[in-house]
T-cell receptor, first 113, second 113 residues
Framework: GQNIDQPTEMTATEGAIVQINCTYQ??????LFWYQQHAGEAPTFLSY????GLEEKGRFSSFLSRSKGYSYLLLKELQMKDSASYLC??????????????FGAGTRLAVHP | DAGVTQSPTHLIKTRGQQVTLRCSPK?????VSWYQQALGQGPQFIFQ???????QRGNFPDRFSGHQFPNYSSELNVNALLLGDSALYLC????????????FGAGTRLSVL
């Protein structure tokens, strides 16, 4: 089956750094995405990894190790507005099929002053 | 450039009724995917439309059906509503290349009483 695990909740302090981990067991892996979702709003695209390594984008970085089935999202210089849910999503493409996203349950991050 | 738009924003129905949700994709996108997101959970893939055809489907019953129009907009229909269908319904649009990133609308909050 397809399985994605991430912590349910995390807390951090404004100005600090936080790392949100994601592990996955999927078949047909074809990329990993991170989305941010504020309560009651649409998920917004943050980052995309398809090869091993680190992708940096301003205050946000994402890392992927395909051999370990592992990714993390790193948020630096935390701001209060970063309080949100962070969704790890694996894109899979079954043999003869098409790409689709499988989401983890999300990690709720609370940033405190 | 308008992003993905969904209507209505909120909807209240009773058990047994039928509902239609609508989605307009981001300009230049030809693929529309629908997701169901229960409270505190990640989005669950319902189905995907491309060239007016259902290209693939998740583990949802036949009560869930859809349509894509020549202008790439899409509808999600749910028949014989159950209490358990109460959720946020998200539409995402994408193109196959270069990165097949899905961009989400703000969703329709459906409450079934």
């Amino acid at each position: 089956g397809q399985n994605i695990d991430q912590p349910t909740e995390m807390t951090a302090t404004e100005g600090a750094i936080v790392q949100i981990n994601c592990t996955y067991q999927t078949s047909g892996f074809n990329g990993l995405f991170w989305y941010q979702q504020h309560a009651g709003e649409a998920p917004t695209f943050l980052s995309y990894n398809v090869l091993d390594g680190l992708e940096e984008k301003g205050r946000f970085s994402s890392f992927l190790s395909r051999s370990k089935g592992y990714s993390y999202l790193l948020l630096k210089e935390l701001q209060m507005k970063d309080s949100a849910s962070y969704l790890c999503a694996v894109r899979v493409r079954p043999s003869g099929g098409y790409n689709k996203l499988i989401f983890g349950a999300g990690t709720r991050l609370a940033v405190h002053p | 450039d308008a992003g993905v738009t969904q209507s209505p924003t909120h909807l209240i129905k009773t058990r047994g009724q039928q509902v239609t949700l609508r989605c307009s994709p981001k300009s230049g996108h030809d693929t529309v995917s629908w997701y169901q997101q229960a409270l505190g959970q990640g989005p669950q893939f319902i189905f995907q439309y491309y060239e007016e055809e259902e290209r693939q489907r998740g583990n949802f019953p036949d009560r869930f059906s859809g349509h894509q129009f020549p202008n790439y907009s899409s509808e999600l229909n749910v028949n014989a509503l159950l209490l358990g269908d109460s959720a946020l319904y998200l539409c995402a649009s994408s193109t196959d290349y270069p990165k097949n990133i899905q961009y989400f609308g703000a969703g329709t909050r459906l409450s079934v009483l």
